[in-house]
Nanobody, 121 residues
Framework: QVQLVESGGGLVQAGGSLRLSCAASGSIFKIDAMAWYRQAPGKQRELVAAITGAGSTNYADSVKGRFTISTDNAKNTVYLQMNSLKPDDTAVYYC???????????????WGQGTQVTVSS
């Protein structure tokens, strides 16, 4: 009932910037929270940044001061602005959302398909 579509990944040199976007669509009544996770080869998926419907944010220590999460509520879209990128930021980045569905269908936790971010040294 909910689809998350990510975009904005790619290849960038160390020190560069990228902006990821994730648009949610479907039977959405209200988005409670959205987040970005990442998974590097051979590692577990980890939380990068999260934002609640009220605008509260949370960041992994490794990205504080470099990444910024934001939303456009009118477009049901979450963004991740990534600055001062490092080779250690290389991973597949996934969007995640907690969504209250329309028509009394309850809560849904959904994942996007992932977008590759590669940072060269």
């Amino acid at each position: 009932q909910v689809q998350l579509v990510e975009s904005g990944g790619g290849l960038v040199q160390a020190g560069g910037s990228l902006r990821l976007s994730c648009a949610a669509s479907g039977s959405i009544f209200k988005i409670d929270a959205m987040a970005w996770y990442r998974q590097a080869p051979g590692k577990q998926r980890e939380l990068v940044a999260a934002i609640t419907g009220a605008g509260s944010t949370n960041y992994a220590d490794s990205v504080k001061g470099r990444f910024t999460i934001s939303t456009d509520n009118a477009k049901n879209t979450v963004y991740l602005q990534m600055n001062s990128l490092k080779p250690d930021d290389t991973a597949v980045y996934y969007c995640n959302a907690d969504i209250l569905l329309r028509y009394g269908l309850g809560l849904s936790n959904s994942w996007g398909q992932g977008t590759q971010v590669t940072v060269s040294s």
